[in-house]
C-alpha cells in the first residue's frame, strides 16, 4: 500500500482528430516525466480533441490507442489514463481508460453525455460507476461533463481519489474551478481535474485550469498556467486519515439510492 500516490497532470494543445499527433506529443511529454511517478492522467478525447466525428475517429475496444496507453504505462511503470472514441458492438463510446504498469486495465464509459453539443446523439451513456483499486487507493475516474452531477460522483465508497479528464471550455471554466473544489469538499477525497488548452476544430477555446485540490479543497497543485504544462503533485494518505478520523463528515451522509 503506497502512502504516497505522485501524480502527474498533463494540460496540452491537442491537434484537432490527428491521433498519431496527439500520441507523439504525449510520449514526448511522458518520457520526460520524473522516474517515480505513479499515475499519469490526460485529457478526454486525448487523441482527437472533443470531436462528434466518431464514425470515421472511432477506434475498436483495446485499439491502438488503448495499446500505445500499455506501451506508455509498461515503460514509465506507472498508471495511465484518459479517454478516446471507442466503438462497440454498433455504439460509440467516450471511454476512458485505465491503465496498470502490468498492462492489465480497467474502462468506464462516460455516463452523462453533453447534449449542449450535441454529444447524446452520437455516443451512448455509460451505466455504471468505476472503483479503481491501485497500490491500495481507490480512485473513482470520471469525463468532463460528469462534474456537474454530484450524486454520480458521492463517495459511498470511501474512495481516496476522485478525478475528471476533460475537455471543458474557456466561456464555462469559472465552473470547472469551483465544482473540482466543490466535489473535493464534499467527498472528503483529492479531486484532480485535467483540461486541454488551445482551440480546437470548432472553433473553441481551452484554458486548462488543470488542478488538484486535498479532501478539504485546498488547491495542492502549484501550476495556474493557462498554456500547456506537466506537473507531478503528491497526494498523501496521511491528509486523508487525518481528516475523515477528526471531522467524520462522510459518516453523516444522506442514505439514499441511485436509479
Not at 483529492?190 to 477555446?205: A, F, Q, S, T
Amino acid at each position: 500500500m503506497a502512502q504516497n500516490l505522485k501524480t502527474a497532470l498533463l494540460q496540452v494543445d491537442l491537434v484537432w482528430e490527428d491521433i498519431e499527433a496527439n500520441k507523439k506529443i504525449f510520449e514526448e511529454k511522458i518520457k520526460a516525466l520524473s522516474a517515480d511517478v505513479d499515475l499519469i492522467v490526460l485529457p478526454e478525447m486525448f487523441t482527437t480533441g472533443f470531436s462528434m466525428n466518431a464514425k470515421n475517429l472511432a477506434e475498436p475496444p483495446k485499439g491502438s490507442s488503448f495499446e500505445w496507453m500499455r506501451q506508455m504505462a509498461s515503460e514509465k511503470d506507472a498508471a495511465v489514463t484518459g479517454s478516446v472514441i471507442t466503438s462497440e458492438k454498433g455504439n460509440f463510446y467516450n471511454r476512458l481508460y485505465f491503465v496498470f504498469p502490468d498492462g492489465s486495465s480497467e474502462k468506464y464509459d462516460k455516463k452523462h453525455t453533453f447534449t449542449l453539443a450535441g454529444e447524446h446523439e452520437i455516443y451512448a451513456s455509460g451505466t455504471e460507476r468505476l472503483i479503481v483499486n491501485y497500490k491500495g487507493w481507490k480512485i473513482c475516474p470520471l469525463v468532463c461533463y460528469d462534474l456537474r452531477f454530484p450524486v454520480w460522483a458521492r463517495n459511498t465508497e470511501d474512495y481516496d481519489l476522485l478525478l475528471y479528464v476533460a475537455n471543458w471550455p474557456a466561456p464555462r471554466v469559472h465552473a470547472w474551478d469551483i465544482l473540482l473544489q466543490a466535489r473535493a469538499i464534499e467527498n472528503m477525497s483529492y479531486c484532480i481535474g485535467v483540461n486541454r488548452v488551445g482551440k480546437d476544430g470548432e472553433n473553441l477555446d481551452y484554458v486548462g485550469h488543470s488542478a488538484a485540490y486535498d479532501g478539504l479543497g485546498k488547491r495542492v497543485s502549484k501550476t495556474t498556467s493557462e498554456t500547456e504544462f506537466s506537473e507531478e503533485v503528491i497526494l498523501e494518505r496521511s491528509h486523508l486519515h487525518e481528516i475523515r478520523t477528526q471531522l467524520k463528515f462522510l459518516q453523516d451522509r444522506d442514505r439514499f439510492t441511485l436509479h
